[in-house]
T-cell receptor, first 116, second 114 residues
Framework: AQSVTQPDIHITVSEGASLELRCNYS??????LFWYVQSPGQGLQLLLK??????LVQGIKGFEAEFKRSQSSFNLRKPSVHWSDAAEYFC??????????????FGAGTILRVKS | DSGVTQTPKHLITATGQRVTLRCSPR?????VYWYQQSLDQGLQFLIQ???????AKGNILERFSAQQFPDLHSELNLSSLELGDSALYFC?????????????FGNGTRLTVT
């Protein structure tokens, strides 16, 4: 069964600094990978997704992520963090084969704090 | 706004009771998913419906059931509630059933069991 590990529970960065949130997955086949963001009191919003092709994917709000098969990683990055980026970030992997439906397995999340 | 509507936003009830959570998917989306988010378990997939039919099942307890109606809205029924059922319950929808069809989440229903 697939699993997702987000090793950092909390991360604090200064506004304007760069950000990298780590995500490692365990899955036997080519994964479908996602990053979602959850602000307090809100649902999850899709930031970006990787299905195939270019291993560097661009998302909304200036985020990008790089798929590295050799490291089973899909780390999220942003060159300059804004205070409004403070939220909880979830990495997720899609299930395969299709008889399992479109189930997503989520990591435990990383809470990002931004200090001014 | 994701376009997914969940009601109610908050629900407080006692142990042993039964509640129903409702979800209206985005216009045109055929798949509906239910997830449970709790501090100790994180985000757990419960169940998926596609065009009225159950498609996939996750860690859903036997005390819980769901259905998707012809108008595509969905309800999650939780019965014989226990303190440990207190959580945030999310509904999500997607246009299709296929793997990789991005999910759009509602804002959740916070259930508190006392």
């Amino acid at each position: 069964a697939q699993s997702v590990t987000q090793p950092d529970i909390h991360i604090t960065v200064s506004e304007g600094a760069s950000l990298e949130l780590r995500c490692n997955y365990s899955y036997g086949a080519t994964p479908y990978l996602f990053w979602y963001v959850q602000s307090p009191g809100q649902g999850l919003q899709l930031l970006l997704k990787y299905f195939s092709g270019d291993t560097l994917v661009q998302g909304i709000k200036g985020f990008e992520a790089e798929f590295k098969r050799s490291q089973s990683s899909f780390n999220l990055r942003k060159p300059s963090v804004h205070w409004s980026d403070a939220a909880e970030y979830f990495c997720a992997v899609g299930a395969w084969p299709m008889e399992y439906g479109n189930k997503l397995v989520f990591g435990a999340g990383t809470i990002l704090r931004v200090k001014s | 706004d994701s376009g997914v509507t969940q009601t109610p936003k908050h629900l407080i009830t006692a142990t042993g009771q039964r509640v129903t959570l409702r979800c209206s998917p985005r216009s045109g989306d055929l798949s509906v998913y239910w997830y449970q988010q709790s501090l100790d378990q994180g985000l757990q997939f419960l169940i998926q419906y596609y065009n009225g039919e159950e498609r996939a099942k996750g860690n859903i307890l036997e005390r819980f059931s769901a259905q998707q109606f012809p108008d595509l809205h969905s309800e999650l029924n939780l019965s014989s509630l226990e303190l440990g059922d207190s959580a945030l319950y999310f509904c999500a929808s997607s246009p299709r059933d296929g793997v990789g069809s991005p999910l759009h989440f509602g804002n959740g229903t916070r259930l508190t069991v006392t």
